[in-house]
Nanobody, 120 residues
């Protein structure tokens, strides 16, 4: 079992910045990727950013150039630095971890979410 705990959300004005943190614990063997998703009211959950072992980070087009994902393997922590925030970025942000490298048996874990609100 893997536990993911997000922190760092809050309320900021447009153009501001936030850094989200996700701390992973538990049975962390074979964690192949960690990332961030978000879900706004009335909308489907969408990928924000993901970093896979041995690969370059992957970003949604809407956040490229503004958000940066990073991963500290020593502490099993993933970060999302969010700059130039827009009202459209308002959502609950969820940390994700994928366990296993074989697609047929890969399992995904999710954190409880942290609210990000961008408003004047």
């Amino acid at each position: 079992q893997v536990q993911l705990v997000e922190s760092g959300g809050g309320v900021v004005q447009p153009g501001g910045s936030l850094r989200l943190t996700c701390a992973a614990s538990g049975s962390l063997f074979r964690i192949s990727a960690m990332g961030w998703y978000r879900q706004a009211p009335g909308k489907q959950r969408e990928l924000v950013a993901k970093i896979t072992t041995g690969s370059s980070p992957n970003y949604a087009d809407s956040v490229k150039g503004r958000f940066t994902i990073s991963r500290d393997d020593a502490t099993n922590t993933v970060y999302l630095q969010m700059n130039s925030l827009k009202p459209e970025d308002t959502a609950v942000y969820y940390c994700n971890a994928d366990q296993g490298t074989i697609p047929a048996i890969r399992y995904s874990y999710w954190g409880q979410g942290t609210q990000v609100t961008v408003s004047s």
